[in-house]
């Protein structure tokens, strides 16, 4: 993990955009990569650590896997499911009628 800072971040959207110098022109985040316990959020955060990989997002060419907020809780880890993916199944039936 690097360290960057937060240069914004909007609660009312849920993404931001962080900056460090191995992410040149900025890495967007959404809230759900924020690794902290309860409501996800870097507002009134200044510096984070950060996973990132480069793909455009948004106009970004880095996007954050995974942002470590100093002084606050991670997430506790969840329990493994039965499969490594998850499954829905959706039938479509046709009424001739």
Request: hydrophobic share 30%.
């Amino acid at each position: 993990m690097i360290e960057a800072s937060v240069r914004e971040w909007h609660d009312e959207l849920g993404w931001g955009v962080l900056d460090s110098l191995e992410t040149p022109g900025g890495c967007w985040v959404h809230y759900s990569h924020i690794d902290v316990d309860g409501y996800r959020s870097l507002h009134g955060v200044s510096t984070v650590l950060l996973d990132y990989e480069p793909v455009g997002q948004d106009g970004y060419s880095y996007r954050a896997v995974r942002v470590d907020v100093p002084g606050r809780e991670p997430d506790p880890p969840t329990q493994p499911s039965s499969g490594d993916a998850y499954r829905s199944r959706l039938t479509i039936e046709w009424d001739d009628h």
